[in-house]
């Protein structure tokens, strides 16, 4: 069966979001895993006291940006999820994607609360979280719309 065109493009579009989020999910990953053995090699001794004390290195610096590369670990999880599903299907109007665009909404929610207050992207990020729960009614809509449709062919 022959795909309509713009779904080709959705399903592209989600390959190359699926792509770029796994890659970006991975460096995460991997900046947890070396921020964690960074912060236990800094633990405090004697001999780098000097180090720690002009503010290059920092065992809690070093627990907190792990904490935040893992989070970040987790949102780029559910954005690969969301973008496999998307690439994958015939419809962007089903209860699959909608169900994965609620997911990943919730997840961007998550991480705009728990990292914004303490950046400024919190202005950017709460706009970005409203846009998505918008999408998501949208797309709910259109599913309804779309079931009707196929009910009535």
Known sequence: MNKNANIQKINKTGKLC???????????IVGAVLTAIAGIISKVSPENIGI??????????????????????????????FSKKIETCDTPFSDDIIREMKIFGIAYLIAVYVFGFTDSS?????????????????????AELQKESDETL
């Open 18 to 28: 699926r792509i770029f989020s796994k890659i970006i999910m991975i460096c995460c």
């Open 52 to 81: 720690i004390a002009s503010g290059e290195i920092s065992p809690l610096e070093s627990v907190t940006n792990c904490i935040v590369l893992a989070f970040s670990a987790v949102f780029y999880f559910f954005a690969v999820r």
């Open 122 to 142: 919190f202005s950017a990020g709460v706009p970005s979280v409203l846009m998505i729960l918008l999408l998501v009614n949208s797309f709910a809509y259109g």
